[in-house]
């Protein structure tokens, strides 16, 4: 197993091991569980975004603790060079999410991955995303709050609207 996989997996166990109870003797709770259906999910348009929406399952981005985040692309919206302070993890649920990485935005730079694949997005490290064809995409996001983007470079906007020639 390499390293990063074991943090992550410390990190569950230690998250785990904290949500069952803290002491031997204190009276157990039933855990909280939490279902929520996809008709259930609650989107949010992101403003000057063309139309990306963001829907927070668990927790909250912006408070400390883990949160989990889905968030949509509409065909051929992707966003620009940016990075987070703490690692993310993300796995692609439906369409094809193009993810590039460094401070250059090149669609033929990008790798194209499939329903099922995920990506690590390590703390700090510059990365860029979304959807390069004729299909929504959606990917599941899982972090350490709190979180913030920060785009490499800020003069230029933050969302990009690629051309239907650059995802084929």
Do not use: C
Not at 61 to 77: A, D, L, N, S, T
Not at 149 to 166: A, L, N, R
């Amino acid at each position: 197993m390499n390293r990063q996989l074991l943090q992550v997996f410390g990190w569950v166990v230690a998250t785990a091991g904290s949500l069952i109870g803290g002491s031997a003797g204190a009276a157990k709770e039933e855990p909280a569980f939490v279902r929520i259906t996809p008709a259930e999910v609650q989107w949010r348009d992101i403003p000057d975004s063309h139309g990306v929406q963001e829907a927070v399952l668990l927790g909250d981005p912006e408070k400390p603790g883990m949160y989990v985040v889905r968030v949509k692309f509409p065909p051929h919206v992707m966003d620009a060079p940016h990075w987070h302070p703490n690692a993310r993890y993300v796995t692609v649920l439906k369409g094809t999410w193009y993810a590039g990485t460094g401070t250059t935005f090149d669609v033929a730079e990008a790798v194209p991955l499939k329903p099922g694949s995920f990506m690590l997005h390590p703390a700090k490290a510059v990365h860029w995303d979304g959807s390069a064809e004729n299909e929504p995409v959606i990917v599941q996001i899982i972090g350490e709050g709190p979180t913030q983007t920060i785009q490499v470079d800020s003069k230029q906007p933050m969302w990009k609207v690629v051309s239907h020639e650059m995802g084929n």
